[in-house]
Structures are given as structure tokens and as C-alpha cells.
């Protein structure tokens, strides 16, 4: 296996260094400079129309520009990428205070202007936050039509780039749109070809088809045959050709925040921080959580006593429904649901096993299963039936966010990996829920639920909850 890098080659980022970059990057990047510049006027304005002084408007934009610039609010690793880009710009946010005090110190001394500027920061980051969140979505628009995309090569062996592509798919909207393949073992070149992918020959093809394709992204995977000489070799050539070179890790799902670079006498070593699910750290989780819980129930008291009624009469029984479900550690606990299916349900459900929509797993779910009531169905695609778990939110039995409630019978089946799912609370809403709930195969639905049990953050929490509004007005696998 040979990658040759010529001087002529070589000398393509000197003669043309903007042949590769994107556009959409420099576009992007204005963009925001001119978003965060105005945000910073109209949080000024405010400022102003509170308080009668304009000096904040002179101080306020470039400062905002200043603190977004220094916690690298506009670096390539963080456009479009959504949770990432937010808690960059709170950051900034939080350190314009402290920005103001030391300008304060050693140049103006002038007392309302840094009460103005401490001021400024809420109404700047109100403004900034939901202007990102509208450019955010437009990118993310435009990719999904194939606009502004990262021609992207992949070049590894092929179990990996097969576990790659799996993870890319179901990911939803994403910059890389992969052009084709360059494998490590082409005589394996018939299973990528089954995923619909082009297989463009071996790793010392990688140079002609960069030409070729005009490829912008390689992203390589690691192989037993291919050594640290072979690598930065590669490396060489996609610099050589102007493209960015991205080294994926063996592991998948796992977040970002919990990847840092720890150099040791000159070698970079990849650091993968522990999940951190210490009880101090989760106690903002468990403050948020039943105070949330506790106000939605005072807030929705009457309506659910009157869906409690509507239950009532459309059928025979209860208008709760109580079952022995896991939660953390393996405790057992009554999780309340609205009734949504007949008396007799349980009894019946060995009638239905051959029409179970998830054979593949420990999940039993039926489309139109007839056992459910006409409210019962209305209450489904609504997810209205979940409501009485803020009771057990309320009572520390389970969170706003979190993996699936199991039923006892599953976790008995359990394995060993499958058990890390109970290192947290369950939850009323997760990533299985925003991500296709009962549409989901058992495999995926694990996946999904270990990757929030090692990926967990406030962060993610937030951006669950805001996702499942729409998760629920769409209604996907909701049956």
C-alpha cells in the first residue's frame, strides 16, 4: 500500500488555498458576526430605554463580539452543530460581566456604564440565542435539499466504515454526504456496495479520487493494516489536495464533551472522560425535575381530571392505569399512564403476540391493537396518557428525561450491558421518544438509551425537552 505525495502535489494549497474551503463557511461566519453585532444593538436599545444612557451602545457591540470570538462561538467545530454552539454563546454571556469589571478597572471608571454593560448581557443573549437557533435550522434546511454539503470520502476497513455509515444515517440532517469508499480490504468491497455506497478502489486510490470527485472531507477509519507511516502519509496527501482529514475513534456515541486531546512526550492521545453520574452532579437534574413536574401539575389539574372523567365513561374501569415498572438501580416503583386500553387487556395479550411490531426485542408493541379504547387511542397519539407521570416525577421515582420505564420481565432478560440503563431515573420523555418511540427496532431503542446514560448533561436534557414538543405533534410511532 503506497501513497505518494509529489512536490507538484504539494505545492496546490500554495497555489490555490481557497480551492476547498466552503462557502458556506465564510458566509456563515459573516452572518453571525452580523447577527451577534445586531443582537448587541437591540440588547443596548434595551438597556437603554431602561436606564437613559447611550454610552452601552458604543461598549456593548464590540464587547459581545469580543467574548463570543475568545469562547469560539464562530471555529468550524462548532457551526451549526446546535448544543454545542448555545453553551458557547452562555459562556460568553457569563464572562461580558466579568469583561465590563476589568474594563471598568483599568480604563473607564465610569460606574453606570458597567452597571449598563452587566445589564446588557440577559437581553443579549435572549436576542443571540434564538437567532442562532433560526440560522441553525436554515443551514440544516439546506442540507437536507443537498445544498452547502461536504463531498465526503470514506477510507477504512470495511466494518468500520459500516458501523460508521449506520451512525450517519440515522442521525438525522448532517454536513458529510458521502460520495464513496476507499477500503482497506476491498475484497469486502460487496458488503459496502449493499449499503449503496460506491466502493472507488483501495487506500492508494485515495489521491485520484479526491481529483475526481472533488471531494472536500476524508474521513478515516482505523485499521490494523494501516500503520502511524501510512496514516500521516494520508494525511500529507489530503492536505496536499486542500481537504479536511478527520480521524474518526473506534467508539461510537459517545459525545463530543467528553472527547479532549492529552498530549504526552508529543504523541496526542484521545482522553474519554467517565459518564459523570455522581449525585451532586445530577442534583440540579433532581431540583429541576420535580420542580417542573410539581407547576405542570397545578397547571393541568382540571384538564386532567376532566380526561380522567372522559376515560370514565368511554369504557369499564379505572381512569388510571398502574403498573410495576424498574427505575434506577433496579427499584421497583407504580408508574401511573391514563387507561388508554380495556379492562381485560393483560388477558388478551397472548392473542396478539404473532401481531407484535417488535419481535426483534423485549418491546411488545401492535399497530391498531384492538384492545385500545376510542379515548385510549386519541390519548396515544397525543401522548396526553403519559400526563400522571409527573406524579411519579413529583415522588423522585422517575425524570422529566430519560431511558424507557422497563417492565420488570424485560430487565430479567437483561444483559450486562443493557443494565447500564439503570444507572438513571427513567424517564417521561427521551431520546427513544424524539427519535421514532414505538417505530424504533429493540437494537436502536438500547442504543439510544446507553448513549444518554454515558452521554448525560443538562445540556442534552434541555435539548430533549425542547425536541419532543414537536416529536409529540408529529405523533411518529406513537401507538
Not at 64 to 81: E, F, K, P, Q
Not at 205 to 224: E, K
Not at 314 to 334: C, E, I, K, M, N
Not at 385 to 409: A, I, T, Y
Request: glycine share 8%.
Amino acid at each position: 500500500m503506497t501513497i505518494e505525495v509529489t512536490h507538484e502535489q504539494l505545492d496546490v494549497e500554495h497555489r490555490r488555498p481557497e480551492v476547498r474551503r466552503r462557502r458556506w463557511e465564510r458566509k456563515y461566519r459573516l452572518i453571525l458576526l452580523i447577527a451577534d453585532g445586531l443582537a448587541a444593538v437591540a440588547a443596548a436599545l434595551v438597556i437603554h430605554g431602561a436606564y437613559g444612557r447611550w454610552a452601552v451602545a458604543l461598549a456593548l457591540p464590540p464587547a459581545w463580539i469580543v467574548t463570543m470570538l475568545a469562547h469560539r462561538s464562530y471555529d468550524r467545530s462548532a457551526l451549526g452543530l446546535g448544543t454545542e454552539e448555545y453553551l458557547r454563546v452562555l459562556r460568553g454571556a457569563v464572562a461580558l460581566p466579568a469583561l465590563a469589571v476589568l474594563a471598568y478597572w483599568l480604563f473607564t471608571h465610569d460606574s453606570h456604564l458597567l452597571h449598563d454593560m452587566i445589564m446588557s448581557a440577559v437581553p443579549a443573549v435572549a436576542i443571540a440565542l434564538p437567532v442562532r437557533y433560526t440560522l441553525r435550522r436554515r443551514l440544516h434546511r439546506l442540507w437536507a435539499r443537498g445544498r452547502d454539503r461536504s463531498t465526503t470520502l470514506l477510507v477504512g476497513p470495511s466494518p468500520g466504515i459500516a458501523d460508521l455509515v449506520a451512525v450517519l444515517r440515522r442521525g438525522g440532517v448532517q454536513e458529510l454526504q458521502v460520495a464513496g469508499v476507499c477500503l482497506s480490504d476491498p475484497r469486502n468491497a460487496v458488503e459496502i456496495r449493499k449499503l449503496g455506497l460506491p466502493v472507488l478502489g483501495g487506500v492508494g486510490d485515495m489521491n485520484d479520487v479526491i481529483r475526481a470527485l472533488g471531494i472536500t472531507t476524508v474521513v478515516m477509519l482505523p485499521a490494523p493494516e494501516l500503520d502511524a507511516a501510512v496514516l500521516r502519509r494520508i494525511a500529507w496527501t489530503a492536505a496536499a489536495q486542500g481537504v479536511d482529514f478527520l480521524l474518526a475513534p473506534m467508539l461510537a456515541d459517545v459525545s463530543a464533551s467528553r472527547l479532549a486531546v492529552r498530549p504526552t512526550n508529543g504523541v496526542p492521545l484521545l482522553r474519554i472522560q467517565a459518564p459523570n453520574l455522581s449525585r451532586i452532579s445530577r442534583l440540579p437534574k433532581e431540583l429541576l425535575d420535580r420542580t417542573l413536574a410539581a407547576t405542570l401539575l397545578l397547571f393541568l389539574a382540571l384538564p386532567m381530571l376532566l380526561m380522567a372523567l372522559i376515560v370514565r365513561l368511554d369504557s369499564s374501569g379505572p381512569a388510571l392505569f398502574r403498573q410495576q415498572r424498574v427505575g434506577r438501580y433496579g427499584d421497583h416503583f407504580t408508574m401511573l399512564k391514563f387507561r388508554t386500553m380495556r379492562p381485560d387487556s393483560e388477558a388478551l395479550r397472548a392473542e396478539l403476540e404473532h401481531l407484535n411490531q417488535n419481535s426483534d426485542g423485549l418491546l411488545f408493541k401492535v399497530k391498531e391493537d384492538p384492545r385500545i379504547t376510542r379515548v385510549g387511542s386519541l390519548l396515544r397519539r397525543s401522548s396526553l396518557d403519559e400526563l400522571p407521570q409527573l406524579l411519579n416525577v413529583v415522588k423522585g421515582h422517575m425524570s422529566l428525561v430519560g431511558p424507557r420505564p422497563p417492565l420488570p420481565e424485560e430487565v430479567e432478560e437483561y444483559t450486562p450491558d443493557i443494565k447500564r440503563r439503570l444507572l438513571v431515573k427513567p424517564g417521561l420523555t427521551g431520546l427513544w421518544q424524539v427519535s421514532g418511540r414505538s417505530d424504533l427496532p429493540w437494537d436502536e431503542a438500547v442504543r439510544l438509551d446507553l448513549g444518554y446514560v454515558d452521554n448525560w448533561s443538562m445540556g442534552l436534557d434541555l435539548s430533549i425537552l425542547v425536541r419532543t414538543g414537536s416529536a409529540v405533534v408529529r405523533g411518529t410511532g406513537a401507538y
